[in-house]
């Protein structure tokens, strides 16, 4: 019996569950392959999106090379949402939850069948913390496989990434491109497979799972359509089989300060906002104690760095053709950002592992030195006040300035806010507030792209602020807040303020704030009424219910924990 064998031996080698192994024969394993240990392999492959599209094809090189190094690989699917396609629409608010559920049928499968080990094959932004929570939750060694990020599109000699198909319709609107360009645009946004390119949330998540130590170096940055992820998927049964052997598992490997590197490795890149959930959520999993103040803390010590989409021009190959996410990693931790005694599923610390590496490449322009930031402090920045009694998340670069002082324009919806921008109701001056957007209210938070494309597209990106209780897509970038809590379903301050109520937004005091007083804001409380939840039966509806706010992470196996 293979000494690696810790959890499926239950199944296969004991003669009081003879049913187990005639269902394995039958599945094509031998009277040898039950002594061995069994490797789940889930794929979030499905043909329907180019994050996605290619992933199957991956699980399936991914299983023979975990035969070849004498494992039982086993493939399984789960669900995935195309956050591109849903956006604007109804589906959007499916996004989210679509996290949580991955994560439940992996840890479903992975405790039901007995696997020994996983390996998750993800794309798009809710497949990595997804399958990683999933992982989690059983502490059994895993590795996370990202399929990598899209080729850059391009119409004429302008590079395009999936943002550009959404600002173009501001732009058209607006009168800026023809509805030809338009066209043209749309078409050639996305040549192929793989994750949108810029640092937006997938790309995000997928650094700042290689900065935990739960993926392979370069990882995060070999495209989806290059030798270099062929090749990653070809080795992987060997480095599986290493941590098998060695017990490395997921609580061996993010500890707190695991966390911690994570986080500067988000601010340094210039991540997306939806990092704080998912951060958060993942540090639940396995037990290490985080929160939205852990990011500020690291804003307030960590500068922005890398010229990357969506508030730069770079994108994720050309951080690649530099020296990649571990050449950042390199540089960081030369400069005293990063703890490098962190274990690793190489089996070595990441130390280690960045010792093998190459410096980022000489008079590169992608990633900035440490004495010419972008930025001194980072641009996640966590904002408290009366209309954020627990936290809301902006993303300040600077470029779009850091003070905003205007006159509330309200929204119940995203729809009434996209129908109103694109019908020129939105003027400079304003804040545009979604409200009833939040993790109850949506329910499910759905992003909000397509109304901040669209004021970036019809050049009003410097001139409107916007914020919500809902989400926004790693692609937005403007003077936004999201995140807003209390949401203004339960009763947050969001569902109390009116039209022409004066909102500032500062990131420098990090705070959001009507100017109302606490007795006019308690007088419209007593005469609010919540209003029904959106949603009257499925998944919706069990999510509104069980989800916790933004802040806490939008997790859902909380309820009645005690219990």
Known sequence: MSEINKYSKHVTQNDERPGAQSMLHAAGLSTDDLKKAQVGIVSCGWEGNPCNMHLNALAKEMKHNVVENDLVGLIYHTSGVSDAISMGTTGMRFSLPSRDIIADSVEMVTSAQWYDATIAVVGCDKNMPGALMGINR??????????????????????????????????????????????????????????????????????????????MPFNSSFPAVSQQKADEANNIGAAIKNILEKDIRPKDIQTREAFENALRLIIVLGGSTNAVIHMIALAKSVGVPLSMDDFQQASNTTPLLSDLKPSGQFV???????????????MMLKEGLLHGDCMTVTGKTLAENLGEVAHLEEGQKVVMPLDKPLKKEGHLQILYGNLAKEGAVAKITGKEGEVFEGTANIFDSEDEANSAILDGKVSAGDVVVIRYCGPKGGPGMPEMLKPTASIMGMGLGKKVALITDGRFSGATHGFVVGHVTPEAQTGGALALIKNGDIIKIDGVTNSLEVKLSENELAQRRADWKAPKINAEHGLLLKYAHFVATASEGCVTDELNKEL
């Open 316 to 330: 994720m190959e050309e951080l690649n053709d530099v020296g990649g996410v571990p050449g950042v990693m390199k």
């Open 138 to 215: 059983v502490n059994r060694p895993g590795i996370i496989v990202y399929g990598g990020t899209i080729k850059s599109g391009c119409h004429n000699d302008k590079k395009l990434d999936i943002t550009s198909s959404f600002e173009a319709v501001g732009q058209k609107m607006s009168g800026q491109i023809t509805p030809e360009e338009f066209k043209n645009i749309v078409r050639n946004a996305c040549p192929g497979p793989g994750a949108c390119g810029g640092m937006y949330t997938a790309n995000t998540m997928a650094s700042a799972i290689e900065g935990l130590g739960m993926s």
